[in-house]
């Protein structure tokens, strides 16, 4: 039988049919083929490092010394791969999530805000038909005045830059 040719599955001593691309197998001249188990397996050849790689392809073909390291470089590159697009798909669920998030806390503080704003609504009147100007501090600037963003005057504006300019330095 040549030894490049590969026997057809229902010829072969061994029930079951290997997936993954095989070798060529070397000539009969050479006894150990790089199909047998004990050359590398692709779980080691992604596993182990350059030197024991070495240390193991010693006395193949050189041809074969070469594919191996091809194959195992391809098997390392797919990992990275993988490891890639996992951590890339990892983040953006998180992102997706954390974004989820943020936009429920908007809708929430949008919320409180438009309450308070309610609140400020229905108190306000009240509060605007008495002069409570006598238990503010004259130190205090005009926006702190219950009121104040209300007055659009110049003349507010006037008072409030006075008032701030007359608060007495610390």
Do not use: W
């Amino acid at each position: 039988m040549d030894p490049y040719c590969k026997p057809s599955p229902s010829y072969s001593s061994s029930s079951s049919i290997s997936t993954t691309p095989t070798l060529p197998s070397v000539p009969a001249g050479n006894e150990q083929s790089p199909l047998s188990p004990d050359v590398v397996t692709d779980e080691e050849l992604q596993r182990i490092s350059v030197r024991q790689l070495n240390q193991r392809l010693q006395g193949h073909d050189r041809q074969v010394v070469t594919m191996l390291k091809q194959k195992r470089r391809t098997l390392k590159n797919r990992g990275y791969a993988l490891n890639c697009r996992v951590r890339r798909i990892q983040n953006q669920l998180q992102l997706e999530a954390d974004n989820i998030q943020l936009r429920d806390q908007i809708r929430s503080l949008l919320q409180t805000l438009a309450d308070v704003q309610a609140r400020l609504q229905y108190y306000e009147p009240t509060f605007m038909l008495h002069d409570y100007s006598a238990y503010v501090p004259t130190t205090m600037p005009m926006s702190y005045h219950t009121g104040a963003h209300l007055l659009g005057s110049a003349a507010a504006a006037a008072h409030v830059n006075v008032t701030i300019c007359q608060m007495p330095q610390q």
